[in-house]
């Protein structure tokens, strides 16, 4: 039994190791929104439809020149910024700072997991939305391409522990950091602002599983 346990520590730690060599480059995630067209259309106008701002890192996905109030409980945030393209679902994603300006108490989720969360009013330039849930704390998560998680050895739905600014003053390890495994991603850990700032990241730096 000994004999056993040792060896799987071993090993564990050459795949921590190995792991340890690539670098995950950070994508900093400011508060956003993503709309279904029918929401989108409510607040923008029937004849409107999400312009470029600028491609993401994440194939297929773009932030918009839209940007929207959302207003909670408490208080308001303003030009919170869409992320295209449309969603089966609308979604408010925000930091804890956030939730408290608006007074509300949203969940640490997945993306797309919204049981049990709190709704918010969503106003833009031709009309408002009110959704019964939907805000949420985007649980921090590693996009990987499959040939990147082969490479690594990392199974989809996994949890993970991650090195931020290693070598700073800010240097800091992040536990149970989510994997999502797919064709459609590119290699990338998403961190949200208050996340990335308290280990003094910029979008591009380098994370290390570990």
Same mark, same amino acid.
């Given at each position: ?92 994603? $925000? @930091?804890?700072?956030? !939730?408290?300006? %608006?007074?509300? #108490? ?7 997991? *919204?049981? +049990? ?63 999502? $495994? @797919?064709?459609?991603? !590119?290699?990338? %850990?998403?961190? #949200? ?7 003094? *990241?910029? +979008? ?7």
């Amino acid at each position: 039994m000994e004999e056993k346990l040792v060896k799987e520590i071993v090993e564990d730690l050459k795949l921590r190791a190995e792991r340890s060599k690539t670098p995950v480059p950070v994508g900093i995630s400011n508060r956003h929104v993503h709309f279904t067209k029918e929401d989108f259309k409510a607040v923008f106008g029937a004849g409107a439809d999400p312009i470029l701002f600028r491609q993401l890192r994440q194939p297929g996905f773009f932030a918009c020149n839209e940007t929207v109030s959302v207003e909670g409980p408490k208080g308001t945030l303003k030009n919170v910024r869409m992320i295209g393209p449309y969603r089966p679902y609308t979604q408010v994603e $925000v @930091s804890l700072g956030d !939730a408290r300006v %608006l007074g509300v #108490d949203p969940p640490i989720r997945d993306s797309g997991k *919204l049981e +049990n969360s709190p709704g918010i009013k969503i106003t833009g330039p031709k009309g408002s939305v009110h959704i019964k849930k939907g805000v949420i704390l985007s649980k921090r998560h590693i996009h990987f391409h499959p040939s990147d998680a082969e490479l690594m050895k990392i199974r989809n739905g996994a949890e993970v522990r991650v090195r931020c600014g290693s070598g700073t003053e800010r240097e800091t390890v992040y536990e149970r950091v989510l994997c999502r $495994v @797919s064709d459609k991603f !590119a290699l990338e %850990l998403h961190l #949200d602002v208050e996340e990335a700032n308290a280990a003094g *990241l910029k +979008n591009g730096a380098p994370a290390y599983i570990v």
